[in-house]
């Protein structure tokens, strides 16, 4: 699946594998994900088993810190948002039952469609306000995310280790700003993804058959996806900070190879700390690298007949 829109990631299962969208006499928030009570808990809207689905229709505020949060203003500006961002559902909805009919469905493409829609910038204010709320929808992600090793930080371990695997392999000196770019969310999407979804929507993703409904899995990915993109962009700027430090600590250490100096050893061991600190933002243990700077700079010292204690 290509890069989903933040606004349009709600939306997928609604655009998505020829499902049914309420028609203009219709609520339009009688849908997937606003009527699956899971959903709409984590993200404050009033969801009461038989009564008429609310969805965005009311300021979503059933959270804990819902007073705080919303305030008069915000209050005031959702009001004044509201209409803009109906508008472009039944918008959608109504371009969407055309490709139906035509059976010119595809969600990526459908997200073009939704890009020039009219209504996009209040619904995804709307969107965004809501999903950003404190103790709502985006901390639950990002806390389950976490737990089950589907965030950025993981990821880049992941990727880390393998790129080192090789280096070493190569008898190649392993430089960690080069490795940061390539790092892709599947590699820790596939081994989360039923618990996330279940996490969001709960016992919804499955039909009267007990099947699951895959579409849940397509949303659920869109909804994470952007959450760990901001994360890896976070973890490659502190990787890449790494350059400069680690071009100096190769420099050093062939410099104290050749020159033996005290001085050159702990220009050495300076330029290691320096990298160990910033690696502790992506949660990697640089100290305990098998192979890795740590050892290189122990042989040497041992060579010399000194030692490292406590990193002096």
Not at 12 to 18: A, E, I, L
Not at 134 to 141: A, E, N, R, S, T
Not at 254 to 275: E, G, S
Not at 279 to 290: H, K, P
Request: with cysteine; net charge neutral; aromatic share 12%.
């Amino acid at each position: 699946m290509v890069a989903i829109n933040k606004g349009f990631a709600p939306l997928v299962y609604r655009y998505g594998g020829f499902k049914r969208v309420p028609t203009e006499v219709e609520n339009v928030w009688d849908t997937v994900p606003f009527n699956t009570p899971t959903f709409c808990e984590l993200n404050g809207i009033r969801c009461v088993p038989g009564e008429k689905i609310v969805g965005f229709n009311e300021v979503p505020d059933q959270l804990e810190t819902a007073q705080e949060y919303w305030t008069p203003k915000l209050r005031e500006e959702y009001a004044r948002r509201l209409p803009g961002a109906v508008r472009l559902l039944r918008y959608l909805d109504k371009q969407y039952i055309s490709d139906f009919v035509n059976k010119n469905i595809n969600v990526e493409q459908f997200q073009n469609t939704y890009r020039g829609a009219p209504g996009k910038a209040d619904w995804e204010w709307i969107w965004g306000t809501v999903f950003d709320q404190p103790g709502g929808l985006k901390k639950h992600l990002v806390s389950c995310m976490l737990d089950l090793g589907c965030d950025a930080a993981t990821a880049y371990r992941k990727h880390r280790k393998d790129v080192k695997e090789v280096m070493c392999m190569k008898n190649k000196v392993f430089l960690e700003h080069k490795t940061a770019k390539s790092v892709g969310f599947d590699r820790v999407w596939s081994g989360a993804r039923e618990k996330l979804t279940l996490a969001i929507f709960g016992q919804s993703i499955f039909d009267s058959d007990g099947d699951r409904d895959d579409w849940f899995d397509f949303m659920t990915r869109a909804l994470c996806f952007r959450i760990f993109e901001t994360e890896r962009k976070r973890v490659n700027r502190s990787v890449e900070e790494l350059e400069t430090t680690e071009k100096g600590l190769v420099a050093a250490y062939n410099d104290a190879l050749k020159h033996p100096t005290i001085a050159n050893l702990r220009m050495v061991v300076n330029y290691h700390v320096a990298i160990v600190n910033i690696n502790r933002a992506t949660g990697i243990n640089v100290m305990s690298d098998t192979g890795g700077w740590s050892d290189r700079i122990k042989s040497l010292y041992k060579e010399l007949g000194a030692e490292i204690v406590d990193g002096k």
